[in-house]
């Protein structure tokens, strides 16, 4: 992932991200929050952190993949 400025933890993207079309992620304190990379003033989505653990197991076992 790499560093971007933000609030607690900062944010970051995947150092994989060439198009624009990224997602970025700040892991703060209480809460994760992701934002569009290309609309950093826009929408904020907020989870909890077993909110956002149950999510990256889930990606990790496929559960996200397009059939």
Do not use: H, Y
């Amino acid at each position: 992932m790499a560093e971007a400025n933000g609030p607690e933890g900062g944010w970051r993207k995947s150092s994989r991200s060439e198009s624009g079309n990224c997602v970025e992620v700040c892991v703060g304190s209480r809460e994760v929050q992701i934002r569009n990379s290309r609309d950093r003033q826009g929408l904020v989505l907020t989870f909890s952190f077993p909110e956002w653990q149950a999510f990256l197991e889930g990606a990790a076992l496929g559960e996200f993949n397009l059939p």
